[in-house]
């Protein structure tokens, strides 16, 4: 088993920046995956962004290339998303996902974080 927990988060105007983290504990490997994943109100959740633990390797989705950035401290098992100029369509509650998967499909993340909630407002 992986144990994920979420920090940071908040309420933040439109065009700031805010940083979420995943701490993993239990069973984790190099070989892990770790995603991030929002899901705001009435919304199915959607893929945000995810990096290799092993190699560094990324991935975003579409909306938030440019503007969020997802990096990993092996040493301290964190996996960090900083989101910059943040618009109020960013408002969701972000999730902590780690799988054996590069992917942006929830179902192939079998541990997830219980989430921490991003607003932003205009």
């Known amino acids: 088993q992986v144990q994920l927990v979420e920090s940071g988060g908040g309420l933040v105007q439109a065009g700031g920046s805010l940083r979420v983290s995943c701490v993993a504990s239990?069973?984790?490997?190099?070989?892990?995956?770790m995603g991030w994943f929002r899901q705001a109100p009435g919304k199915e959740r959607e893929f945000v962004a995810a990096?290799?633990?092993?190699?560094?390797?990324?991935r975003y989705a579409d909306s938030v290339k440019g503007r969020f950035t997802i990096s990993s401290d092996i040493a301290k098992n964190t996996v960090t998303l900083q989101m910059d100029s943040l618009k109020p369509e960013d408002t969701a509650v972000y999730y902590c996902?780690?799988?054996?998967?590069?992917?942006?499909?929830?179902?192939?993340?079998?541990?997830w974080g219980q989430g921490t909630q991003v607003t932003v407002s205009s």
């Open positions: 996902a780690a799988g054996n998967l590069l992917t942006k499909i929830p179902r192939n993340y079998p541990y």
């Open positions: 239990g069973r984790t490997s190099s070989g892990y995956y």
């Open positions: 990096i290799a633990w092993s190699t560094g390797t990324t």
